[in-house]
């Protein structure tokens, strides 16, 4: 199958960690090369940066990157890129209706701008889009309110996009309900996790020197919505541990911020902070943690927990998004409500005076990560997705039944389901 994927601010040959450079890159470069293992000929078309980069890069066998002229070969933030959005759609158009190479089978957007430039680019052509959107608006918008950068058509471009696509691949079951609120009916979706490269994060290998003593590990972009700071404040209540940061620059604004917060608690002195880290790096900095926290205000999926997990080290995980579907509290690790940093302290003193039971968690957890989140089996259900949109393509219809296996997703309101995290969070953040 001749695939497409198009990611116009996340390049699978970006160095992750920076503001707009995280979790979709990374995802977008596995399943990309996971298709390409499953025999799948993949073509990524995201943004031209820079004007060194060639047009095309093979990444892999079987995986080539396509750099899109649209807009100035620069960097700019992912907020700043919706007015090149159509420029980007029309160059995808005439590529695909090019007589040079042959169009794709289907087409996979990921994240909402990337979305709007597949369709208008599949529509002519008749290529059937499948969509990923990895964030949605209408949560960002209610989590940060006045401080959401993202364009003010966001939300209502999302909801074209997620009517109009042949199917839409959720994350994790949140999700789900979270587009239904949008109007997106259920039986639109299909629930697809991302995954983790089980044979990089395992827990048998090197293991950074972190110091002597129980230590914490946060690591992601150092960005507010995190919650870093939560953890930072949650240390005053965790005697003797030491909190390792990890991501952005050691010179940046919000570690300096954060670092003012850790001297304003009076744990200044049991917080490092580490700066950027090379990603072949981050295995050993986990397997050296002994619970990596990692409480975002919200988290569309979250790879973070599932890195720790696959390496065998605990977690403990905001209740948000993705999380409720991938930590398993009391099997590998707890959640706790966000931005509740003396629930998260208890939690932590607890789990750690307790070294039989963190083990235990560790081993569970590595066990749960290769069983349920390795990229192949994420490539094999994208895959199946894939093969069902075509199918309902040929026989003219369009992609309206659900696997049994995803029936579950839609079984409880939103409401229900945030009010379900939150009582689970809770029981966890006094049970362990």
Not at 293 to 312: H, K, R, S
Not at 335 to 343: A, F, N, Q, S
Request: aromatic share 4%; glycine share 12%; net charge positive.
């Amino acid at each position: 199958m001749r695939v497409a994927i198009v990611s116009e601010h996340a390049s699978p040959l970006a160095t992750v960690g920076g503001a707009d450079a995280g979790g979709q890159n990374v995802h977008v470069a596995a399943l990309s090369l996971a298709l390409a293992g499953r025999g799948h000929e993949v073509t990524v078309y995201t943004r031209r940066e820079s004007p060194s980069q060639a047009e095309e890069t093979v990444l892999a066998p079987g995986v080539t990157v396509v750099h899109v002229p649209a807009g100035p070969a620069v960097v700019l933030p992912k907020d700043d890129l919706l007015p090149w959005i159509p420029d980007f759609g029309r160059w995808l158009a005439r590529r695909w209706r090019s007589r040079a190479q042959a169009p794709p089978d289907i087409v996979h957007s990921h994240f909402w701008m990337s979305g709007l430039a597949a369709l208008a680019a599949a529509r002519d052509a008749g290529i059937p889009v499948v969509h990923t959107f990895h964030a949605l608006g209408t949560v960002k918008r209610r989590h940060q309110g006045a401080a959401d950068t993202s364009p003010r058509e966001r939300v209502g471009v999302e909801t074209m996009v997620a009517r109009h696509a042949d199917a839409i691949v959720a994350t994790c079951s949140d999700e789900v309900e979270e587009l239904r609120g949008m109007g997106v009916p259920a039986h639109r979706t299909r629930v697809v996790p991302c995954g983790v490269d089980v044979r990089a994060f395992t827990p048998a290998g090197p293991r950074a020197d972190l110091g002597a003593g129980p230590t914490l590990l946060s690591i992601g972009r150092p960005v507010p919505r995190k919650g870093v700071e939560t953890t930072i404040r949650a240390l005053a209540g965790v005697p003797g541990a030491t909190l390792v940061v990890a991501g952005g620059d050691r010179d940046d604004a919000e570690t300096g911020r954060l670092a003012r917060v850790a001297a304003g608690c009076g744990v200044d002195g049991r917080v490092r902070f580490l700066g950027g880290v090379a990603r072949e790096r981050v295995p050993g900095l986990m397997r050296a943690a002994d619970i990596v926290v990692t409480v975002p205000w919200y988290e569309p999926f979250g790879i973070v927990p599932l890195e720790a997990m696959a390496c065998g080290v605990p977690v403990v995980a905001s209740a948000v998004g993705g999380h409720l579907d991938t930590v398993l509290p009391g099997v590998t690790g707890a959640l706790v409500p966000p931005r509740e940093p003396y629930t998260l302290g208890g939690t932590l003193r607890r789990l750690l005076a307790a070294p039989g039971l963190l083990d235990a968690y560790g081993a569970a957890a590595a066990v749960r990560a290769r069983e349920h989140y390795d990229w192949d089996g994420v490539a094999a259900r994208t895959s199946a997705v894939y093969a069902e949109v075509l199918s309902h393509r040929a026989s003219g219809r369009r992609s309206t039944d659900r696997p049994a296996t995803d029936r579950r997703a839609s079984e409880h309101s939103p409401s229900e389901r945030h009010g379900a995290g939150r009582a689970r969070a809770g029981a966890l953040g006094s049970a362990q």
